[in-house]
């Protein structure tokens, strides 16, 4: 009786593996700035991205990945949404993590690496690509805690952290946009889906990768 | 001198000082910043759904390179520097953004010599004016964008789609300038694939008196190299 008692609700484990949990991030950065010439120009302060639409994907119990899915979050169909193009023939984008399915030819390419910590309930996450210009070092860095709830069938992640971009580039004459300091805050809170990894992984295309 | 010539001699003397107050911005280029406060952005489609990409973006703060060219003693047009707000070097440094759409024919010099009205910008407009006054010691204006094209547009902006930008400044020993404006955009969003904004965006600006003029610099720098 005890056992059961301490296994549900209060101590509920999620069973992360080879699960897809779709919801929204909210980021937050202090300063957008614009450079010219490595001179600092115009900027954006204080702005908040607002419910975007993202997935986080388990690969396994201890491992992961946050997926975009253009269906959801730039396009009904891969022409467009109501008549824009807004984004290429792919529906999935990985953004951070382990790559989700190294056996697809179209996910060859990602070398980034996700892991989570179930005692600590936290997630590391990088975002790293055979076609960087420092393969080696990567483009983001996400740290981030999550807590997990059970109510009756429907199971909930939050997350919340920070994703730090260790190399912001400027063009050769110095000119592009930077963050300062290069890091979002985020947070998101995420459903269980029915969707696996082991099948979406492997799909290609208009309804992969 | 009679009761009646006092009257005409101060009210003349009065006119002839209001006419050189506004006279000072006839003619002449201000460039500053104007930091821009926006309460919520959203991305619509076509069909004015909004695209969730993110959903909105709010508490957004923008300082703005811009530049106030006073055509004359009653007309203005506010031009975004958007060479220094990091758009490609392959755009006109400076982009008309609101304001009165006529260049004076003292202006009318360069490669837009013989042009009537201002090239480029916010050109999905048909009709847009731009005119100041004074009060006092404070100047108002209103410089408002109008669409009455029902056709040649509607892939961009819902017919009859305005905005309107309202303020008011003070100058400064004739060198610095400075004021507040709100900006308003009807229907909001105003079009199809536009940004809305949620409520009044507001901006404060500073700005300082260039050596340069529209007749002297004429609109060259409108036109995309």
Known sequence: MFVVWGQVPLFAQANFADTIWAGTLTGKTKEVAHYQANAKGASVTGATANQIPAEIWFPSANTFCIVFNNRTNRASTPDGRNGIQVYDSHLYDVVVGENPCPTNPMLTYWTGTGTVNLAKKKMYGTSQTENDDSPETPTMIVNASYSYKKAGSRETLTIQGTAVFPVQGLDLQGDGWRLNPGLVTFIGTFSKTANRVSVEGLKQGSTGF | ?225
């Open chain 2, 1 to 225: 001198m009679n009761k009646q010539q006092l009257i005409i001699a101060c009210f003349s003397f009065w006119l002839a000082l209001a006419g050189t107050s506004e006279a000072q911005l006839a003619n002449t280029i201000w460039r500053g910043d104007a930091k821009l406060t926006i309460p919520a952005l959203t991305l619509y489609d076509n069909n004015a759904d909004p695209l969730p990409y993110p959903k909105t973006t709010t508490g957004i703060s923008i300082i703005v390179p811009v530049e106030v060219w006073f055509w004359d003693s009653s007309k203005f047009l506010v031009v975004f520097r958007q060479g220094e707000f990091g758009f490609s070097a392959e755009r006109a440094p400076l982009q008309p953004w609101i304001g009165e759409w006529t260049i004076p024919v003292a202006a009318r010099t360069g490669q837009l010599v013989n042009k009537q009205t201002v090239p480029y910008g916010s050109g999905i407009f048909e009709n847009q004016t731009g005119s100041y006054s004074k009060k006092g010691n404070k100047y108002s204006f209103t410089a408002r964008a109008v669409d009455n094209d029902s056709d040649n547009n509607s892939n961009v902006i819902y017919p009859g789609a305005s905005q309107v930008l309202t303020g008011s400044f003070t100058l400064k020993n004739a060198q610095k300038l400075s004021g507040t404006a709100s900006f308003l955009q009807t229907p909001n969003p105003i079009g199809p694939g536009q940004i809305s904004v949620a409520g009044v965006s507001l901006a404060s600006f500073s700005l300082t008196k260039l050596p340069s003029t529209p007749s002297s610099t004429g609109v060259d720098d409108f036109i995309d190299p």
